[in-house]
């Protein structure tokens, strides 16, 4: 309740009004904002480092959510000069679980939904917590060509951008309340 | 998608943003006040005539909403003299499946809600459809102790607000959406 009366307060909604975005929403609306410019800020959407922060820590960090929390994040690579995605923090580890989904407006793909559960401890000999985060990403194809339409500085700005994007994701948090409980 | 915009202009909400109220809010925020004040008006909350109106007309009254509708109505009784509810429609009639579900707010009792489906037809013959409707009532006691503690105009306006309050409902429509496209 405490999380909800602040997030009225912060946006002056009224009651039973929330931040509950569809997947393409969240991709078309807010990643593909934020990867073209990272100065993009929405009150729904905080900025964290998912390998500096712990699940537990993170909802904190987030200016309105009850039991789900959304983040921009940069992603870190695993070694300097690969593409793997190092999602290691202090105490733990998100690992991917099941296929990445993919994300559509109408016909076009804008955007693939990794889903990923935290692990304490080191792999492969975790344990498997209650935290769960579903990691969105650009479909960096149709991102250039629609930037590439849009922009007025042409073709090679746009191909910088994408590179960027490749390290652009928005993270969304959820966790089995028991768990939330247990940790705070 | 239609919905979805207007539903942002009308609030003028960020991209994401919906009115995805518990049942708790909609019975302390939403419905207690209407119950309270039949001049109470909200936005998310339109009134409409359930008797009047079949399903698939309703969620053009609402408005907003994509695939959920929220509404004020007044009971009908079944018989001048008695207490059950008329629910049927022209075309057909609403049936209660399943147990009420009791809605707290802490651990106080604040209202009940009940799930109705709509069959075309007349009873006992009717032809199931995809149109559920969840009905909130309030707890008449907790809300006669409520308004008579909070009331400036004492007990007697209270127990009058009460015997009103056994007819207004909440209403929260939903439905398959391969019958929206059948129907519309």
């Given amino acids: 309740m405490e999380h909800s009366e602040q997030e009225q307060h912060a946006m002056d909604l009224p009651p039973g009004f929330r931040f509950h975005p569809t997947d393409e929403e969240l991709i078309t609306h807010y990643l593909a904002k934020k990867v073209a410019d990272a100065r993009f800020a929405a009150l729904a959407v905080s900025v964290a480092d998912l390998n500096k922060c ?3 820590d993170l909802p ?4 309105m959510g009850e039991k789900e929390w959304y983040f921009f994040c940069l992603k870190d690579r695993k070694y300097p000069t690969g593409l793997r995605t190092n999602r290691a923090t202090e105490s733990g580890y998100w ?3 099941g296929k990445d ?3 559509f407006r109408g016909k076009a793909l804008v955007g693939m939904k990794k889903t990923l ?3 304490t401890g ?3 000999k975790g344990d498997k917590s209650g935290w769960v985060m579903h990691e969105y990403r650009l479909n960096a194809k149709l991102h ?5 339409r849009g922009s007025l ?6 191909s910088s951008k994408v590179a960027t994007s490749f390290h652009h994701a928005c993270v969304y948090l959820a966790c089995d309340r028991s768990y939330i409980l247990g940790h705070s």
Avoid at 60 to 63: H, I, N, P, V, Y
Avoid at 144 to 148: I, K
């Fill in 122 to 124: 080191r792999a492969p």
């Fill in 144 to 148: 250039a060509a629609s930037t590439s």
């Fill in 153 to 158: 500085s042409g073709g090679r700005a746009a």
């Fill in 95 to 97: 690992k991917a679980t």
């Fill in 60 to 63: 904190s960090l987030a200016r």
């Fill in 54 to 56: 712990e699940p537990w």
């Fill in 117 to 119: 559960v935290f692990y």
């Fill in 101 to 103: 989904k993919d994300i």
